[in-house]
């Protein structure tokens, strides 16, 4: 069984900044894309940057400039960098990732519990 477990969130002054990182656990055959999405209560679950197996990386643009991801796969993690943090980015931010478990199986959506970010003075 493939988890993943968000950490790093709490709450920051605006202009502050956050690591998240996400764990993963359990086998996963190959990865097409890891990324954070984030969602706030009455709203869509959206999408705040992506990472593809290769390296590619692809922001939204209200955090373009301001977030980075990375990951390690050596120790099967990925991060979210937050810099430059504004109100507007408080939400519960949640890792994903797009793979396969074996080549009897298609690629499916796997997803972290979610860590609170809160951006407030």
């Known amino acids: 069984q493939v988890q993943l477990v968000e950490s790093g969130g709490g709450l920051v002054q605006p202009g502050g900044s956050l690591r998240l990182s996400c764990a993963r656990s359990?086998?996963?055959?190959?990865?097409?894309?890891m990324g954070w999405y984030r969602q706030t209560p009455g709203k869509e679950r959206e999408l705040v940057a992506t990472?593809?197996?290769?390296?590619?990386?692809n922001y939204a643009d209200s955090v373009k400039g301001r977030f980075t991801i990375s990951r390690d796969s050596a120790k099967n993690t990925m991060y979210l960098q937050m810099n430059s943090l504004k109100p507007e980015d408080t939400a519960v931010y949640y890792c994903?990732?797009?793979?396969?478990?074996?080549?009897?199986?298609?690629?499916?959506?796997?997803w972290g519990q979610g860590t609170q970010v809160t951006v407030s003075s």
């Open positions: 359990g086998s996963i055959l190959s990865i097409n894309t």
């Open positions: 990472i593809t197996s290769g390296g590619s990386t």
């Open positions: 994903n990732v797009h793979g396969r478990r074996s080549w009897s199986t298609r690629s499916l959506d796997y």
